[in-house]
């Protein structure tokens, strides 16, 4: 019988790749922690209705990439594609926007029927920021603030950099929108495929094709900015200012636009050069309306995403993940014989107790001295602790280096704790 394989473009995360997730998760929790930012979780099934009401109907991700199906009601869901409508949806129907202001973030998996490549994947994973009820630029300026925070605690800083863009108000698009699709109409005959049916659908998306005579064409395009709206023009000007003053370089690019139809005048994306054609590492925008269009009070929201398989893959790439961060064990503790066995159990929990950053691993199962003594060294530890009869009866343990110069000795258990500890802050 055929064995099983895990679905294409859906990753298995194993035990040797996941302490980099663990390492880079809690980097980012503690960051939004220092800044008052609280958690929340989500379901990661929602009805399918949420989606295409808040994403757009005429979106990649609504015609070709959500898996949807029915349930046994007969009612049609959908793995979620991407984390700010549930957000929404959860704040609103918990109460959580009624006259107060929200800082909330979330990490989890996502879901999209694309190719899967180097750097996206049909299940990946996100961790999602969302802000509700501010108006004004300084929320957005304290995202990208924040972000840049994040990236130099990860030591990503010279590898990322920031493009920002405003795209106005959904009259200030509609307007805008006539004049791109105008001027389009006049090279139809050199569009390439994706763009022609944006043409027709999302023609704000042509302007982020990757093809190199599409982006030729673009050159001498309308510029959103001509088409902006003065209150939007202040808002942007008021980010840009805010981004100076806290030493935050940034482009505007004025290409930007985001994939998403509720996205509105900030829109922002951190790039690096580092992965090759994938190159976002983090983007969102302001969604003023989004709230509105899902049933609630109007309420003004911003926020982003960043991709937690491209961020590993970053620092994996550039060798930013620290030596400290290896899934390895500090003691490997081994008995020999009944007795040995038992006063291993033991001890390995007193030094538990007392090493409470330090990982003990206990050996199980038996077998011989040399046999244990090849997983101690297998399992990274600095130190393997060897309990036979001789050191039950002498109350000592025989502790021997495994990752450095020194002869194995005898240590008493009530010197233990301490004498580990020494050793291991070196």
């Known amino acids: 019988m055929a064995k099983i394989k895990a679905i294409?473009?859906?990753?298995?995360?194993?035990?040797?790749?996941?302490?980099?997730?663990?390492?880079?998760?809690?980097?980012?929790?503690?960051?939004?922690r220092n800044y008052g930012y609280q958690e929340i979780r989500m379901p990661i099934v929602e009805q399918t209705d949420l989606f295409k009401r808040s994403i757009g109907e005429v979106t990649d991700i609504v015609e070709k990439e959500m898996y949807t199906f029915e349930d046994r009601n007969g009612d049609s869901l959908t793995l979620r594609p991407e984390g700010t409508a549930g957000c929404v949806r959860a704040a609103e129907e918990h109460g959580l926007l009624?006259?107060?202001?929200?800082?909330?973030?979330?990490?989890?998996?996502?879901?999209?029927?694309?190719?899967?490549?180097?750097g996206r994947y049909?299940?990946?994973?996100?961790?999602?920021?969302?802000?509700?009820?501010?108006?004004?630029?300084?929320?957005?300026?304290?995202?990208?603030?924040?972000t840049a925070r994040l990236w130099k605690a990860l030591g990503l800083a010279p590898h990322v950099r920031l493009e920002i863009n405003s795209i106005g108000t959904s009259e200030a698009r509609r307007a805008y929108r006539e004049a791109l699709v105008a001027y389009l109409s006049n090279y139809r005959d050199r569009l390439d495929e994706d763009s022609l049916r944006r043409l027709e659908t999302n023609p704000l998306r042509i302007l982020d094709s990757k093809v190199p005579e599409t982006q030729a064409i673009l050159q001498d395009a309308p510029d959103l900015v001509d088409y902006l709206d003065e209150e939007s023009i202040g808002h942007f000007a008021g980010l840009k200012r805010r981004l100076e003053l806290a030493g935050i370089e940034y482009t505007v690019n004025s290409r930007l636009v985001r994939g998403l139809d509720y996205y509105g005048r900030?829109?922002?994306?951190?790039?690096?050069?580092?992965?090759?054609?994938?190159?976002?590492?983090?983007?969102?925008?302001?969604?003023d309306g989004l709230v509105e269009q899902l049933g609630g009070k109007p309420t003004p929201a911003v926020g982003f995403a960043m991709g937690i398989e491209r961020l590993v893959l970053m620092l994996e790439t550039l060798e930013l993940v620290p030596a400290s961060v290896s899934g390895d064990a500090d003691v490997y503790v081994m008995g020999m014989g009944e007795?040995?066995?038992?006063?291993?159990?033991?001890?390995?929990?007193?030094?538990?107790?007392?090493?409470?950053?330090?990982?003990?691993?206990?050996?199980?199962?038996?077998?011989?001295?040399?046999?244990?003594?090849?997983?101690?060294?297998?399992?990274?530890?600095?130190?393997?602790?060897?309990?036979?009869?001789?050191?039950?009866?002498?109350?000592?343990?025989?502790?021997?280096?495994?990752?450095?110069?020194?002869?194995?000795?005898?240590?008493?258990?009530?010197?233990?704790?301490?004498?580990?500890?020494?050793?291991?802050?070196?």
């Open 339 to 426: 007795a040995g066995e038992a006063e291993a159990l033991r001890i390995s929990e007193e030094l538990r107790d007392s090493l409470v950053q330090r990982v003990v691993v206990l050996h199980c199962g038996g077998g011989s001295f040399k046999s244990q003594m090849k997983k101690a060294d297998r399992s990274g530890a600095r130190y393997a602790l060897i309990i036979g009869d001789s050191e039950v009866d002498s109350r000592t343990v025989s502790l021997k280096p495994l990752r450095s110069e020194g002869e194995q000795q005898a240590v008493s258990q009530s010197e233990l704790a301490g004498k580990l500890a020494g050793l291991l802050a070196d």
């Open 122 to 146: 049909r299940q990946f994973h996100q961790i999602g920021v969302e802000c509700f009820g501010m108006t004004g630029p300084d929320i957005d300026a304290e995202l990208l603030m924040l």
């Open 266 to 287: 900030t829109v922002f994306e951190w790039v690096t050069d580092s992965l090759g054609a994938q190159g976002t590492v983090c983007a969102g925008g302001r969604y």
């Open 8 to 32: 294409r473009g859906m990753n298995d995360i194993l035990p040797d790749q996941s302490p980099v997730w663990q390492y880079l998760e809690q980097t980012v929790s503690g960051v939004l």
């Open 98 to 118: 009624f006259n107060q202001t929200r800082k909330l973030w979330y990490t989890g998996p996502m879901f999209r029927h694309e190719r899967p490549q180097k």
